[in-house]
């Protein structure tokens, strides 16, 4: 079983509507980061968290430690919003490891 | 303000053939770092840098050696390039926190080995 692991691994969605991407993992940890990765490749940092929530336009990242659970939910969802997201989990001190990534494409 | 950036963006290898990557960042960032990403899994730790003259091993850092002669610079070697070293490959930075803070990724460099 992965350290973590994301869901789903790929998601279709139309122009609008409300997104939910899942991360779980089984290892204690001391804070989460959530990445996007363009259709290009770059990857671009969106969110790092130990607790509750973080909101940043129409992103917003919950976490809760005990469940060992983090959601990014995507409000009012746009064409743009079409990328890989990534879930990465630091723990042991110092190590980070990384989900395997959701693909969303978000259509017109 | 450039942030990361990685040379080059595509390289194809025979293998046996030697080549560097070169990471830079301008934002005086302590903590570097080199991943890997292939299909299905996740971004893999090669070699990491907490500041210039140290390294220390990843995940994966057979086939890889590092350098960090300069704070803004973080070099990738791969001496005897092989198929299985086919990947592409981020570098990135983040402040003295370390990973505790926001990472800065390079727009990555995706390398064949034939």
């Known amino acids: 079983k992965n350290e973590v692991e994301q869901s789903p691994q790929n998601l279709t969605a139309q122009e609008g509507e409300f997104i939910t991407i899942n991360c779980s993992y089984s290892?204690?940890?001391?804070?989460l980061h959530w990445l996007q990765q363009h259709p290009g490749g770059g990857i671009v940092s969106l969110f790092m968290?130990?607790?509750g929530k973080k909101k940043h336009g129409r992103l917003i990242a919950t976490i809760n430690i005990q469940e060992k659970h983090s959601s990014l939910h995507i409000t009012a969802s746009h064409p743009r919003d079409s990328a890989v997201y990534i879930c990465?989990?630091?723990?042991?001190?110092?190590?980070?490891?990384f989900g395997e990534g959701t693909q969303l494409t978000v259509n017109p | 303000n450039a942030g990361v950036t990685q040379t080059p963006k595509f390289r194809v290898l025979k293998t046996g053939q030697s080549m560097t990557l070169l990471c830079a960042q301008d934002?005086?960032?302590?903590?570097m770092y080199w991943y890997r990403q292939d299909p299905g899994m996740g971004l893999r730790l090669i070699h990491y840098?907490?500041?210039?003259?140290?390294?220390a091993k990843g995940e994966v850092p057979d086939g890889y050696n590092v350098s960090r002669l300069k704070k803004q610079n973080f070099l990738l070697g791969l001496e005897s390039a092989a198929p299985s070293q086919t990947s592409v490959y981020f570098c990135?930075?983040?402040?003295?926190?370390?990973?505790?803070?926001?990472?800065?990724f390079g727009s990555g460099t995706q390398l064949s080995v034939l």
């Open positions: 934002m005086n960032h302590e903590y």
């Open positions: 968290l130990s607790s």
């Open positions: 290892v204690g940890i001391s804070a």
């Open positions: 990465a989990v630091l723990h042991s001190g110092s190590r980070l490891t």
């Open positions: 840098s907490v500041g210039e003259g140290t390294t």
């Open positions: 990135a930075s983040s402040s003295r926190q370390g990973i505790r803070e926001k990472l800065f």
